[in-house]
């Protein structure tokens, strides 16, 4: 009698894990979400942030004289002395590879001016 009783508790108490495995999964799977859903609002909330950023007292340049592109940078501001390549990061955010790039390609000077002419 003893072993059905305890055979019985063992198959309940593994029904329970079941459960509970199958819920931690569910939870998981939500908490994924989530976490993809939030940075893709960071994300996108950056983006907006981004093209009024000129507009604010503290950008040093002239915002008539900014030019946003978005990407691979995010804008340019003409200057009279000088033209400034302008990358702006919120709270942790860092260059990518691509703007790292950018950035050590402006250092070293390689940048040239090329004119075309449609006929």
Excluded at 16 to 32: C, G, M, P, T, V
Excluded at 42 to 64: A, V
Aim: aromatic share 14%.
């Amino acid at each position: 009698m003893l072993e059905i009783i305890l055979a019985v508790i063992a198959l309940a108490l593994a029904f329970f894990l079941f459960l509970f495995y199958r819920k931690a999964q569910s939870l998981q799977s939500e908490l994924d979400d989530l976490s993809s859903k939030k940075q893709s609002m960071s994300t996108r909330y950056g983006q907006i942030t981004e093209q009024w950023l000129p507009l604010m007292d503290s950008f040093p340049y002239d915002p008539k004289q900014f030019r946003f592109l978005g990407s691979p940078i995010d804008g340019i501001a003409f200057n009279e002395d000088k033209i400034v390549f302008c990358e702006f990061k919120f709270a942790d955010s860092k260059l990518t590879e691509k703007e790292r790039s950018i950035k050590k390609l402006v250092e070293e000077g390689k940048v040239e001016w090329k004119e075309f002419s449609v006929k």
